[in-house]
């Protein structure tokens, strides 16, 4: 049964940091890229930031670039989200997704997190 849990969402004030953990299994975890999304009320869902199966590649939304970290740890089968500097608009549901690509594509996905940045 494959599983993707997000943990470590919350309230935090402008400017504060949080660190979003996704617990994978179920999947051969280190074969697949994985990827954090966001949807704030009304909007679509955005992708925040990718990594690469091996780690060894990541990339950023524009306004994330230089404020969020994606890293994971393929021993431990879970990918993090290391959010700093926040602001209000970061406010939003943050999903935590796999993906393979091959002949066809696989996509999981986790439950979300809630993330509110407020004073």
């Known amino acids: 049964q494959v599983q993707l849990v997000e943990s470590g969402g919350g309230l935090v004030q402008p400017g504060g940091s949080l660190r979003l953990s996704c617990a994978a299994s179920?999947?051969?975890?280190?074969?697949?890229?994985m990827n954090w999304y966001r949807q704030a009320p009304g909007k679509e869902r955005e992708l925040v930031a990718s990594?690469?199966?091996?780690?060894?590649?990541?990339n950023y939304a524009d306004s994330m670039k230089g404020r969020f970290t994606i890293s994971r740890d393929n021993a431990k089968s879970t990918v993090y989200l290391q959010m700093n500097s926040l602001k209000p608009e970061d406010t939003a549901v943050y999903y935590c997704?796999?993906?393979?690509?091959?002949?066809?594509?696989?996509?999981?996905w986790g439950q979300g997190t809630q993330v509110t940045v407020s004073s």
């Open positions: 990594i690469t199966s091996a780690g060894d590649s990541t």
């Open positions: 997704n796999a993906r393979w690509v091959g002949m066809f594509q696989i996509n999981y």
């Open positions: 179920g999947f051969t975890f280190s074969r697949f890229a």
